[in-house]
Structure formats: C-alpha cells, structure tokens
C-alpha cells in the first residue's frame, strides 16, 4: 500500500507564507510526477503545480511567480512553497502522485488534504 501525507497547513495573513510538504511512503518503487491540487469550498478540484522526477514544473496561471513546487527523489518527498498568499488562495491542498508500487504498472495515489486559509 501506498499513502501520501500532506503538512504544512494553516492560518496566515495575506502577504505572507506557507510551505506545504508532502511525503510518499509504503510500497513504492517509482514514482513518476508529482502534483499539487486545491479545492476551495463550492468549486471544483484544481491543478496548481506538477513536477516530473526529472524536476521539469508547471504552474497554473493564478499561481505563477508566487508558489514554487520542487521535490526531494531520495526521500520522495514533495514541496510547494507558497509566497504572496492571497485570500483567493484559500483552500484544501492536496498531494497527488502516478506511482509504481512494483514492476512497470502505474497507479495515481492522493493524500487526504491539508488546509490552507489567508486572512487577516
């Protein structure tokens, strides 16, 4: 089995920072991209930013120049730090992996989401 676990969560003012982190443990042999989701209340889930294994990224529009995502192979572990939070920003991030438990078979695992609210 494999489980992914956000951190990282909380309250914080606009303007300011979060670094959420998200780490893959259990049977895992590979894992291919990585990427982080949100969902804020009455809407549907987002992408907000991938990572390939080879450190290649991608951003959606609403978070460019603000929120860096990057990964730690080795301790398959995954990062989204978060800078110039905006009130907008405000939802449930989730962690999202296409991981090979074994051999060359793929799987999408998700954690169970961690909650980011800005607010003064």
């Known amino acids: 089995q494999v489980q992914l676990v956000e951190s990282g969560g909380g309250l914080v003012q606009p303007g300011g920072s979060l670094r959420l982190s998200c780490a893959v443990s259990?049977?895992?042999?590979?894992?291919?991209?990585m990427a982080w989701y949100r969902q804020a209340p009455g809407k549907v889930r987002e992408l907000v930013a991938t990572?390939?294994?080879?450190?290649?990224?991608h951003y959606a529009d609403s978070v460019k120049g603000r929120f860096n995502i990057s990964r730690h192979n080795a301790k398959n572990t995954m990062y989204l730090q978060m800078n110039s939070l905006k009130p907008e920003d405000t939802a449930v991030y989730y962690c999202?992996?296409?991981?090979?438990?074994?051999?060359?078979?793929?799987?999408?695992?998700w954690g169970q989401g961690t909650q980011v609210t800005v607010s003064s």
């Open positions: 999202h992996a296409n991981v090979a438990p074994s051999g060359t078979l793929w799987y999408d695992f």
């Open positions: 259990g049977n895992v042999f590979r894992i291919n991209a």
């Open positions: 990572v390939t294994n080879d450190g290649s990224t």
